[in-house]
C-alpha cells in the first residue's frame, strides 16, 4: 500500500528542490530582481531536499519528468520566466509512502511506481523530479511539480479530484505490482504542507500541539467532565452549539490565544469527538489502558537577562520558548499562550535574529534602520562595481582575453558574495522590524491563563461538558 499527498509551494521552492539537489549548487543570477531570487531560492530548497544524496543512494534513484534533475532548478525557473510567472504557486511538492512490511518492494521498484505515477499525472504537461528516499523504514517517493506548464504556460491547480487522481493511479500501480491497497480509505483530513515541515523537522506545529494535548488530557481523564476540565485549565475552549441553540455538526476546539475554532474532525484520526469520548471511556473498560499521573513539576521560567533593548528582548524570548520546549516529560501542563505555541517552531529563526542584533550591537529600531540604510547603501555601491567588472569581462572575451577574463570572473564571484551576504543581512532587518513588536508581545504574555467570561447557560440541549 501506498499512502499519497501533495502540497502547494508558495515560498521557499529551492527548500523544496533542496530537500528531494545539494545547496551548494544553487546560484542566484546576479541579473534578478530580489523577488526572482527569492522565488528561485524557493524552488530549489525543495529540490535539494528530495534529492538529499544520503537519503537517495547517491542520487542513484532520482528521475527527471521533462527536465533534467541536476539543472532542474534552472528548467523550472525558465519556464516560468518564458511565460511571466515567477509569483503566486510556485510548486507543488508530492509524497507517496509505501508502508513498512508490505512485502517484498525494493528501492528499484518503489522508484520505478513514482516515476510512472509522475508520468501518469503530470508528465503531459509540467516538469518533475522524482526521488526515492531510502533513509528510514519505508521506502517513499517525492515529487517537485512546477506550476507552470511548459507546454501551454498554464498554472496547475490542485483541485480534491486531482488528488483523487493521484490515489487511485498509485493505487493501481500498487495492485500491478502486488502491493496491497486499502479499498476504503479514510475522508479525514490530512495535514498541511507547513504542518509536515513542521513535523519532518521535529517542531510541533499547532494543530500537532493541540493533539498533543488532547493525549495529555485524555491519559488523565475517566469521564468527559474531567478531561473537559483539564483542557480548560490548558486554556482551551470548545464551541458544541450554533447561536439557536442546536448542535453544531462539527464541534470545535479552540486553543490558548487562537482567533478561531478548530474543527475536532480535522485534526485527524482519533481526533473527532466521538473518538475521543471513546478514548476516554477506554481509560476505565479496556484493561492495561495507561492512566497518566501527573508529576508536578512546573514550567519553571527565570529571567537571567538585564536590559531592555531589542537584543536583551529577543535573548529573554529565545530563553521562555526554549524552557516550553524543555519541560521534563510527564510534567504537569500548563497554560501556554498560543502565540508562545506558534513561536516555538520559529525559535530557529529568532535565534538567527538575536545573533544579527548582537552582532550589529543593534539596540532599538531606530538602530536598526541606520544599519539598513548602511547595507542598502553598500548593496548598492557593489551592484555598480559588479556591473563595471562585466563590461571588463565583455570586452576580455571580445579580445580573446584569457588572463583578464579568468581575473575577472574571479572578483565577479567576490562580489556576488558579498552581495549575497548582504542581502541576507537586509532580509534579517526586515525580519526584525516584523517580528519585534510580536517577540514583545511574546516576552509579555501571561503565565496564567486569562478569566474568560462564562456564557449563559443554554436553555436546550445543554451539552454535558
Known sequence: MAVTSIWTVKSHVGTAINYIINPEKTTAKPELSPEAVAARQAVG????????????????????INCNPDTALDEFMNTKWHWGKTGGRLAYHGYQSFLEGEGAITAEQAHEIGVKLAQEVWGDRFEVVVATHLNTDHYHNHFLI???????????????????????????LCREYKLHVVENPSNSKGKSYNEWMAERDGKSSVRGTIREDIDYAIKLSRTEKQFAQVMKDLGYEFKFFKKDGSYLEHPGIKPPGAKSYFRFRGLGPDYDYDS?????????????????IENDNSLSYSDPVKGSGLQATYQRYCIRLYAIISRPKGSKREYIPMALREDIAKLDRYIEQMDFLYKHQ???????????????????????????????????????NGPLIAQTKVEISQVSRKIRELRKEIALCDAVAISSERVLEGVNAPDKKPEIEQPKPQAKNKHRI
Not at 469520548?277 to 492495561?288: A, M, S
Open 45 to 64: 530548497d525543495v529540490i535539494d531536499y528530495a534529492v538529499n544524496p544520503e537519503k537517495t543512494e547517491q542520487m542513484m534513484y532520482v528521475t527527471g
Open 146 to 172: 512546477n506550476s507552470v506548464s511548459f507546454m501551454d504556460g498554464y498554472k496547475y491547480v490542485r483541485m480534491k479530484s486531482d488528488y483523487e487522481q493521484m490515489r487511485k493511479v498509485s493505487d493501481r
Open 276 to 292: 475521543i469520548r471513546r478514548r476516554i471511556i477506554e481509560n476505565t473498560t479496556v484493561p492495561g489502558t495507561p492512566y497518566l
Open 362 to 400: 543593534i539596540e532599538d529600531t531606530q538602530s536598526l534602520q541606520s544599519k539598513k540604510d548602511a547595507l542598502v547603501s553598500e548593496l548598492k555601491r557593489l551592484i555598480v562595481e559588479r556591473r563595471k567588472l562585466n563590461t571588463i569581462k565583455e570586452r576580455g572575451e571580445r579580445h580573446n
